[in-house]
């Protein structure tokens, strides 16, 4: 998982090395994120998410670039808040960091007031890395488990991300605006879903 995901921000960051010479521009967000409940996430908690965006635009209405997504986010299993365990109390906290490497087509939007808007679909590769605790040892004569142990599971599939972003011009170069999402899975059901800001440079 680690050999892929170098490779894969190494492919990032020539693709924006190739499109230098042709008006790159680069943005950084930041903001909130959200996992869907029907993956299995019992009561998730709001997360974080910190996105880098390198896109160029090729006609007046069309842009397209590549960005790098990484979220992080805590969920409870309350299902299993009574679970017997001979020492303590079972630890219900989960954790799900994902890595999002994806290629998106944008079509520009004008708004007024003079604010400048995107709209675009993509596609990529996300990586999760999910983290929780499950009990070990049931005692059949005590009618609890000796303990538990902590388990990591990694997981690699296709995205298709959909994307919206608003911005406002700070001068000549610098915008900043708001952007929301969401990253469907292979069967194009929403997996997760952000929003927050994002400030951009133009090169």
């Known amino acids: 998982m680690r050999n892929r ?32 409940r029907e993956y299995g996430y019992e009561r998730p908690a709001v997360g974080w998410y910190v996105s880098l965006d390198l896109r160029y635009d090729y006609t007046p209405e069309w842009a ?15 299902s299993l808040a009574d679970t017997p365990v001979l020492i303590g109390n079972f ?7 994902s890595d999002h490497f994806y290629f998106v087509f944008r079509r520009k939007i004008p708004f007024p007031l003079g604010l400048k808007g995107q709209i675009g679909l993509g596609l990529g590769l996300a990586m999760h890395g999910n983290r929780f605790y499950q009990p070990i040892l049931f005692d059949e004569e005590l009618g609890a488990y000796r303990g538990f142990n902590l388990v990591e599971q990694y997981e690699t599939g296709l995205i298709f991300p959909g994307q919206i972003s608003v911005q406002k011009a700070l001068g000549t170069r610098w915008h900043l605006g708001l952007q929301a999402g969401v990253f469907l899975d292979s069967q194009v059901r929403i997996r997760s879903s952000f929003w927050g800001p994002e400030l951009s440079y133009r090169l």
């Open 91 to 97: 630890p219900t906290r989960g954790e799900v960091n």
């Open 64 to 78: 397209m670039g590549t960005v790098f997504t990484r979220s992080s986010n805590v969920y409870y299993r309350e």
């Open 5 to 36: 995901a170098i490779l894969l921000l190494g492919l990032f960051i020539a693709t924006g090395q190739a499109v230098c010479a042709q008006g790159l521009e680069s943005r950084l967000g930041l903001g909130y994120f959200h996992l869907n």
